[in-house]
């Protein structure tokens, strides 16, 4: 019998859902964000669903960690696990006032790790509490969800592509919310996405899959620059990591982040020294030079190796840089055009400097200095139900209906 | 309406208490039955839906009479009923409630039915994963999320057995004061030419079929507003 490890998620399913084959294991840290990335019908809802007990394969094992929810001999029904489920429909109770969604969930003993004074703010719930769920926009009814499924009390947050069902604009106000949650809430979470640009704002691990099998698992950083993965050979290759703030530069607004191998400076406010920021680096803003540039604007440049290679189209190539004299440090991405790697002589293994034009922080917006101790417990709200409204109404629709035909018909035969 | 004998509102006392204990009854079988016949994936269900829904097609007399073979003094449940004393359920008001029952349970499955069927599994599962136990989401989410196919599904059948005629007259026997409920007085009036109490009756209930129909068509649009 296969054992649990504390402190990984360990999942391994293999069957059939609705003649949909499905054969994915991985492991993750159960610390931290994961996400599960991959093209729309990869299976990945399906595997959502099956760590929820919303589905059942019988040749399936999902532990959390340590924790055995399914295996040969056990299965948890979805109300005994411990998960914050939120899906892409927000699915709220059409008939609850919003503090009554939320509440819905949550233990009755009133001393609960996530508190719900904790939660209206994280969600910025306060003003809907007495509205109905009907008269709430997308991205609301999406953080009622959120609040919802935190307020259970969580163990772990699954979130199956929250932002799916909604605009681009709802996703602008709603994607704060989203990156905030990793953030203050020591919980582990499962994030389903298909959008890498959302991805790499918040998740420390990543886990790809594709036609219902895992095709790579890891730390977020290591597969993005991968040269096996098409993730390094994208057009919007970027990596993500996080830097750890050592100082700030109060004359030219700067403030000093330390990767491994790389000391940056990134005009921004100031951060606490400690901290660690969220950044983002594209390849399209890293280009590479054979000697030292002696005067120039960019700030960042770093010696590197070049590890590896990778043809973009005809016209462009994206290099895998390691930063550090002797290439020791962090990977980063840098794309060049094949005119430019060919004139400077570029090849594996070839010393040279990375010049980085720009780096984004991500959720910088957020003062990091109010970052809630890691002492608080985690949770993490994920559900969302926006459809049941609809769904009542045509059942009322319906109901009618039948009301009417069965009506004549029994007034029919009473006569 | 003083041509009305004092039999008429015995009757109409009957007639009500006769229909509320069958709605009653209805709503109380009806509503498992009606969320079994949803949610269940067995072949059995289009069998049973089928049984149900005989009484709308089959004549009252011809359910009528198999329900007096059955609840007879000769009938299956006319032996079981002399185990605890009784004779028989025919002729008796225990045994209009089981006709009444029989014939608008149809009308009252069906569209509880259908709000559950419409309903669907999500806002069950996302209780689930809420930590609520399939008894506890039943009662907080399902049943008032079919509310609006509970209400007309309660109106039908109270209504229905108001109407209810030939049942009446074939298992009640139109005893008056235990059996003789408006429908069967409103026929005897007729039978013996009495045309102004007869209209008078007749008259007051299809005032109350056209407050039904009003009433439905009122809960089914409020629901709407509700949901919208």
Redesign the interface.
């Known amino acids: 019998m296969r054992t649990a490890t504390p402190g990984r998620i360990e999942i391994a399913l293999s069957g059939s859902i609705a003649s949909f084959p499905l054969d994915t294991r991985f492991s993750v840290p159960a610390k931290g964000v994961a996400a599960i990335f991959g093209p729309p019908g990869c299976g990945k809802t399906a595997v959502a669903r099956c760590i929820a007990g919303l589905e059942r394969l019988p040749a399936g094992f999902c532990a959390i960690d340590g924790e055995v929810w399914q295996d040969k001999t056990t299965f948890r029904p979805p109300h005994l696990r411990p998960i914050g489920y939120v899906s892409q429909e927000a699915s709220l109770f059409p008939h609850l006032s919003v503090r009554r969604n939320l509440l819905y969930g949550a233990p009755k003993p009133k001393p609960t790790p996530i508190a719900f004074d904790e939660v209206l703010e994280l969600l910025d719930l306060a003003p809907l509490l007495d509205r109905s769920p009907s008269h709430l926009s997308g991205g609301e009814r999406q953080r009622v969800a959120m609040g919802r499924a935190l307020l259970s009390q969580p163990r772990l947050l699954v979130m199956d592509e929250p932002l799916g069902a909604l605009d681009s604009c709802a996703k602008r106000e709603i994607l704060p919310f989203v990156e905030r949650l990793p953030e203050k809430l020591a919980l582990p979470m499962i994030y389903i996405g298909r959008d890498m640009a959302e991805i790499e704002r918040f998740a420390d691990h990543l886990v790809m899959m594709e036609r219902g099998m895992v095709t790579a698992a890891g730390p977020l950083h290591v597969l993005q620059t991968d040269p096996a993965l098409p993730l390094a050979a994208s057009r919007e290759a970027a990596i993500s990591l996080d830097g750890v703030v050592s100082g700030y530069d109060g004359r030219y607004g700067l403030l000093i982040l330390r990767l491994k191998g790389a000391r940056l400076l990134v005009p921004a406010p100031p951060l606490a020294p400690g901290v660690h920021q969220r950044l983002r680096i594209a390849a399209c803003d890293v280009s590479v030079a054979r000697e030292a540039p002696r005067a120039g604007s960019i700030l960042n440049v770093f010696p590197a190796r070049i590890r590896a290679c990778l043809p973009l189209g005809a016209a462009e190539i994206t290099l895998v840089l390691a930063l550090g004299t002797g290439g020791s440090g962090t990977e980063i991405l840098a794309r060049i055009t094949r005119f430019s790697f060919d004139s400077l002589g570029l090849k594996d293994g070839v010393d040279v400097f990375a010049q980085l034009k720009h780096v984004s922080l991500l959720s910088a917006s957020e003062p990091p200095l109010q970052t809630i101790p890691a002492s608080t417990p985690t949770a993490d709200p994920g559900d969302r139900q926006a459809t049941p409204r609809r769904e009542t109404r045509s059942s009322a629709r319906e109901a009618s209906g039948i009301f009417l035909s069965l009506h004549s018909c029994g007034a029919t035969h009473v006569t | 309406m003083d041509g009305f004998s004092p039999e008429i509102w015995q009757s109409l006392g009957l007639t009500i208490e006769l229909a509320s204990v069958t709605t009653v009854i209805l709503l109380i079988v009806g509503t498992p039955l009606a969320w079994w016949l949803a949610r269940s994936k067995s072949l059995w269900t289009e069998a049973v839906a089928t049984m149900i829904a005989l009484?709308?097609?089959?004549?009252?007399t011809v359910l009528s009479f198999y329900l007096l073979a059955l609840l007879g003094p000769n009938g299956p449940v006319g032996l079981l009923a002399s185990l605890w004393g009784g004779r028989t359920l025919a002729f008796t008001f225990a045994g209009l409630v089981v006709g009444s029952v029989l014939s608008?349970l149809?009308?009252v499955v069906?569209?509880?039915r259908?709000?559950?069927?419409?309903?669907?599994d999500?806002?069950l599962?996302?209780?689930?994963?809420?930590?609520?136990?399939?008894l506890y989401?039943f009662f907080?989410?399902a049943l008032?999320?079919?509310?609006?196919?509970l209400l007309?599904?309660a109106v039908?059948g109270f209504a229905?057995t108001i109407?209810?005629?030939?049942v009446v007259l074939m298992i009640g026997g139109n005893i008056p004061g235990r059996t003789k409920v408006l429908?069967a007085f409103l026929f005897d009036f007729v039978q013996e030419s009495r045309w102004r109490e007869a209209s008078w009756l007749a008259g007051a209930m299809l005032m109350f079929a056209v407050a039904v129909?009003l009433a439905?068509?009122l809960i089914?649009k409020y629901?709407?507003r509700?949901?919208?």
Do not use: K, Y
């Open positions: 009484p709308l097609v089959l004549p009252p608008a149809p009308l069906q569209p509880i259908n709000t559950f069927a419409a309903m669907g999500r806002p599962e996302i209780a689930a994963t809420l930590r609520a136990s399939p989401a907080t989410v008032p999320l079919a509310r609006p196919g007309t599904a039908l229905h109407g209810t005629f030939g429908s129909v439905l068509t089914d629901s709407r509700r949901s919208t």
